[in-house]
């Protein structure tokens, strides 16, 4: 006779906590049946019942039964109700080696438990509320020609939206027929290494430290990458001089990445000037550049000759990556050629989303938004300061008060025992030399921890881990 829930709710222990109740149930329901705590043809309580028992609402349990039965863990029948379903037992599997997973207390090391890998913006401070707030105002205003393909440039609501608060924000000159909407940096970064080349460039000098994927983007569009030398005051920019057929320069000079220092005011004219002086390009990189926090940020390095700079911006650390927003401040003569590199390929980023961005850039809630991050940015940063200090005083904690990372200057030799000790203790965390250039020489040794990424609940647990393995 088939068992009744009486029989085996005792051994079922459902545990059910937060917010996901649904796949809470489902997960513990699948667990009893797998450990043979639930037999084929025990009938469960109906849902009314199981959802008094565990305080939660019916339509809850009855969405999990309903996906259970269309897995094929339960079937339902009018007159017979919910019942374990009845399975063949699989065929005894041949004898393998363990997997890489297994055993992972058995010399192998934990899987992360802590995200502290930079890059990514506290996802769960997303403005839900007032994005949802400017996009039914979006929506409502928007004109029908908004739903067709547009300009490829993008909507020019979020252009106009965007050359007010650059000026405003980041000392940016623009006007909105300057300005490209792109879906992201690489986005636009591939587009311009095709005008680039086309126009005749033959290299885009790229600094010492950076991201792989943008010199390999360069590459891909035919252009050599030089690697320009790096100081303790940050990128050699005097070096472009020596370097014969550049014709632009990749640059993240609010704030370096990833080793977080800004560039010297006098390496910042001095860049501006060889671009005037040769005729070239300077490409910024403003990925992070509205969160400093031990004065105003820095403007942007655009002002200084609009002429000579293509500015690089992105809503993916201010708000969301996901977004797929992001945008080009561009001179007079390359803002065509880039328009039409992109509407020959597609438009890319969604024009609703783009009238919502606009609006809620005119509305102030993203300078709301980004003040509420910088304060919360600061006081991750500053924990991380403090304990660092407290577990390991002979780590030092360099570059600029800024970001969304910073960067753990550790003894000569010890990067990459750090992190396997990192591994061990379930923390996913990088090196500095993993955004080395392959010409570089391995002189510096350190950790870029990333401070947004981890959650409030496992912000503590992260730091804990993080100065376990300091040396």
Not at 246 to 252: Q, S
Not at 344 to 363: I, T
Not at 430 to 451: C, E, I, S
Request: glycine share 12%.
């Amino acid at each position: 006779m088939a068992n009744d829930w009486a029989t085996f709710g005792a051994d079922l222990h459902l545990e059910l906590r937060g917010t996901r109740l649904r796949a809470g149930l489902m997960d513990a329901l699948r667990e009893a049946v797998r450990s043979g705590r639930l037999e084929a043809g025990t009938r469960l309580p109906s849902s009314r019942s199981l959802a008094a028992d565990l305080g939660m609402a019916r339509n809850t349990v009855a969405d999990a039964y309903a996906e259970l039965v269309a897995e094929g863990w339960l079937t339902a029948r009018q007159g017979s109700g919910t019942r374990v379903a009845r399975r063949t037992a699989p065929r005894a599997p041949a004898p393998s080696s363990p997997s890489p997973s297994a055993g992972a207390g058995r010399g192998r090391p934990a899987a992360p438990a802590h995200n502290l890998q930079s890059g990514t913006p506290d996802l769960a401070s997303f403005p839900r509320a007032d994005w949802l707030k400017a996009y039914r105002r979006a929506l409502t205003d928007a004109p029908n020609e908004a739903f067709g393909y547009g300009d490829p440039r993008g909507r020019p609501e979020l252009r106009a939206a965007l050359a007010e608060y650059l000026a405003r924000a980041r000392g940016v000159h623009a006007r909105p027929g300057r300005i490209v909407i792109c879906a992201g940096f690489v986005h636009g970064l591939t587009l311009l290494g095709q005008v680039l080349r086309a126009r005749g460039v033959r290299d885009v000098a790229v600094e010492s430290y950076g991201l792989g994927l943008h010199e390999e983007l360069l590459r891909s569009a035919g252009l050599g990458t030089p690697v320009l030398g790096f100081d303790e005051r940050g990128t050699r920019t005097e070096e472009l001089a020596g370097l014969d057929g550049c014709g632009a320069v990749l640059m993240t000079a609010a704030h370096q990445y990833p080793l977080g220092g800004a560039l010297p005011p006098d390496r910042r004219a001095a860049v501006v000037d060889w671009a005037r002086a040769s005729g070239g390009l300077v490409l910024e990189d403003d990925y992070d550049g509205e969160f400093r926090y031990d004065r105003q940020p820095v403007g942007a390095l655009q002002g200084l000759d609009p002429e000579r700079v293509v500015y690089f911006g992105t809503a993916s650390k201010s708000l969301a990556p996901g977004l797929r927003l992001a945008w080009m401040v561009l001179p007079e003569r390359l803002a065509e050629e880039v328009a039409a590199a992109k509407g020959a390929v597609d438009w890319s980023s969604s024009a609703p989303d783009q009238l919502a961005f606009a609006e809620f850039l005119r509305s102030g809630a993203y300078d709301r938004h980004v003040r509420a991050m910088r304060l919360r940015y600061r006081r991750r940063r500053d924990q991380l300061v403090a304990a660092v200090a407290a577990h390991s005083p002979e780590t030092r904690v360099s570059g600029i008060a800024a970001g969304l990372h910073a960067v753990l200057a550790l003894p000569p030799g010890t990067e990459q025992a750090t992190l396997r000790a990192a591994a061990w203790r379930g923390l996913a965390v990088q090196g500095v030399n993993q955004f080395r250039r392959t010409t570089v020489p391995a002189t510096l040794d350190g950790l870029v921890v990333g401070y947004a990424t981890p959650p409030d609940s496992g912000w503590q647990g992260a730091l804990r881990a993080l100065c376990g393995v300091l040396p």
